[in-house]
């Protein structure tokens, strides 16, 4: 059983487009994270959710709308995509020590 | 604020030869510090993590940690490198505010292994 999982890992899309990624873990962690990696591998923290609760919220375009609809899920909206935003990004729940990541998801913006 | 430096981009090592990867941190209190592990295509993995106690921290695969505060340092080591571990390496800590942990990644060190 994958203990974070992400879907899709791998998305290719066109510039102006609107796509969603998303993140389940069945961990029973009350926190989750978005992080984006960029081409220089790069890890920035993005979002941060505690039971369905917004935590933290980086200096992200309003592009980007991250959603819970519970503790065991977190997705991720990307409106009006641009070049910039092809990175991978990770999905991360954790119990308050250490993050347990999702395999990633790479977003391709032609 | 909060920062992780890892001063090496890119190492390479011989097979069988030690390694170390070097962690510096800045942070006002008592740190939460770990190392991550990211094989190509792949999500991270934990290797180890400091809290407290010992400073000299034993994780997977055969590494260990050891934490100086003296230093600000967190450094990662392996007497014996297998092929296997050619990978990139994330040294991170956690702030903690109010019981929401934000965890701060270093820009990572890519390590080759030479056959």
């Known amino acids: 059983d994958t203990a974070v999982s992400q879907t899709p890992k791998y998305l290719v899309t066109q510039m102006g487009n609107d796509k969603s990624i998303k993140c389940e873990q069945n961990?029973?962690?009350?926190?989750m994270y978005w992080y984006k990696q960029d081409s220089k591998k790069f890890l920035k923290i993005m979002f941060s959710?505690?039971?369905?609760?917004?935590?933290i919220n980086e200096t992200v375009p309003n592009r980007f709308s991250p959603k819970s609809p519970d503790k065991a899920h977190l997705n991720l909206h990307i409106n009006s995509l641009e070049l910039g935003d092809s990175a991978v990004y990770f999905c991360?729940?954790?119990?308050?020590?250490?993050?347990?990541f999702g395999e990633g998801s790479r977003l391709t913006v032609l | 604020a909060q920062s992780v430096t890892q001063p090496d981009i890119h190492i390479t090592v011989s097979e069988g030869a030690s390694l170390e990867l070097r962690c510096n941190y800045s942070?006002?209190?008592?740190?939460?510090l770990f190392w991550y592990v990211q094989s190509p295509g792949q999500g991270l993995q934990l290797l180890l993590k400091?809290?407290?106690?010992?400073?000299l921290v034993q994780g997977i695969k055969g590494f260990e940690a050891e934490f100086k505060r003296s230093q600000s340092s967190f450094n990662l080591r392996k007497p014996s490198v297998h092929w296997s571990d050619a990978a990139e390496y994330f040294c991170?800590?956690?702030?903690?505010?109010?019981?929401?942990?934000?965890?701060?990644f270093g820009t990572g060190t890519r390590l080759k292994v030479l056959a």
């Open positions: 959710y505690n039971n369905k609760e917004l935590i």
């Open positions: 961990l029973g962690h009350d926190t």
């Open positions: 991170a800590v956690v702030s903690a505010t109010s019981g929401t942990y934000k965890y701060i």
């Open positions: 400091y809290f407290s106690g010992d400073t």
């Open positions: 942070y006002g209190a008592t740190p939460y």
């Open positions: 991360a729940s954790s119990p308050g020590g250490e993050l347990f």
